[in-house]
């Protein structure tokens, strides 16, 4: 035994992760034309907007960041919209991650928390944060106000980010949680004869659920009402894309499952685990960390008795997509976040990002506009009409 431990031990001290992934030819954005429907209707929106909650799943916060809404908040286009960003899953990310966040943050001057959408506690605290901004909102534009006096359309608040970073799952928590604190005691957790929470907006393990930016959901009474609205997930654009972004943003479940072969998903995940705990798939190599993910996969259908490597990929894929929880074990998928502050600048990365954007925005049409031979929909009629109303 004595003899045994100490080969692992010469063998495992040996072992040289891959620094560099192999360039493997892959489809590098997944943008579709209901998205760009949806950031139509955020220009509509957003000038009745009093916050933009930005969603991005921690274990993946450089891919799962659209300059898109970078380049509506810098360039003012949303007024006096405030915006927050949201890490979702930080029940799943390393702690080394979690620090990286707030020195990147820092340097910019963003406003960001972490959470679990699924988790009431946290967004409870994300209900109290959102009554302190509708009261600072009134303070700066109202100055103080007696009563329970709010603003005329109230505070609303618009759900965006990549496809599949949680902003349903967050949409439909909120209004359970917040329905307590309403007088909607139908939605509430004292109020419901099942305990069973109705979901207000489609939840799923893939990308693309939700199609349609939703109607207002008051998830507060706060002032006279903090409502949301839930939008479809935005890719990225091919411009701003990169192929190791496509791949982390794989590993999340933010693209279609079938853009990128599962194969090479199941590479990446193996890639990216040897930079940081080979430990994490040790119960399929007996111990020993490996580059080659075929003897993974074998691991993996041995254990689970799936024949064909597609299918273990997929399940291994899966697997740490919805996160390793009974393990406890965190990975990132960004490689960003294993470099050091001389090999990456996320303040670079943005100013980088908002250049190779360029003009892309300015061919999608603003507040009401419309292309020639295109009707306006309600909704859009809705959002123009009620920005003349108030001035906005």
Same mark, same amino acid.
């Given at each position: ?47 009745? #907007? ?6 991005? /799943? %921690? $274990?993946?916060?450089?891919?799962? +960041? !659209?300059? &898109? ?38 340097? #910019? ?6 959470? /679990? %959408? $699924?988790?009431?506690?946290?967004? +409870? !605290?994300? &209900? ?55 007088? !909607? ?208």
């Amino acid at each position: 035994m004595f003899l045994h431990r100490q080969v692992f031990r010469r063998l495992n001290s040996t072992f040289v992760p891959r620094h560099v992934f192999p360039d493997y030819r892959i489809a590098l954005t997944d943008f579709k034309g209901h998205q760009m429907r949806a950031i139509q209707r955020f220009q509509q929106l957003l000038p009745q #907007l009093n916050l933009l909650l930005e969603l991005r /799943d %921690s $274990r993946a916060p450089i891919s799962t +960041r !659209n300059v &898109i809404f970078d380049d509506l908040m810098v360039n003012r286009r949303g007024g006096n919209t405030k915006r927050l960003v949201l890490y979702t899953k930080s029940d799943l990310c390393p702690k080394e991650t979690i620090e990286k966040l707030r020195v990147w943050h820092s340097e #910019l001057g963003d406003e960001f928390m972490t959470l /679990d %959408s $699924r988790s009431a506690r946290d967004v +409870r !605290n994300l &209900i109290k944060i959102l009554e302190w901004k509708y009261d600072q909102t009134i303070e700066q534009t109202l100055g103080h106000v007696e009563g329970n006096e709010g603003l005329p359309l109230g505070y609303r608040i618009l759900v965006a980010g990549m496809p599949n970073v949680g902003k349903s799952t967050l949409v439909n928590t909120l209004r359970f949680v917040g329905a307590a604190k309403t007088h !909607n005691l139908s939605e509430s957790v004292h109020g419901s004869v099942s305990h069973k929470r109705r979901k207000v907006a489609k939840t799923g393990g893939q990308a693309g659920v939700t199609r349609a930016t939703s109607e207002c959901i008051r998830i507060a009474d706060h002032r006279g009402g903090i409502y949301l609205y839930d939008t479809p997930g935005v890719s990225l654009p091919g411009r701003v894309t990169t192929r190791e972004k496509m791949l982390s943003l794989s590993q999340c479940g933010c693209v279609k499952n079938n853009l990128v072969d599962p194969i090479i998903q199941a590479d990446y995940l193996l890639y990216i685990m040897n930079l940081q705990n080979p430990a994490a798939y040790d119960q399929y190599t007996k111990g020993l960390p490996t580059n080659n993910v075929y003897k993974v996969l074998a691991g993996v259908g041995k254990a689970t008795g799936i024949k064909d490597d597609n299918g273990a990929a997929i399940h291994w894929i899966d697997k740490w997509r919805q996160g390793a929880r009974q393990t406890k074990q965190k990975i990132s998928f960004d490689v960003e976040t294993l470099l050091d502050d001389e090999s990456f600048s996320y303040k670079d990365l943005v100013a980088r990002e908002l250049e190779q954007l360029g003009p892309w925005l300015s061919s999608v049409p603003q507040d009401g506009q419309k292309s020639a031979g295109q009707r306006l929909s309600k909704q859009a009629l809705k959002a123009k009409n009620s920005n003349q109303l108030f001035n906005l």
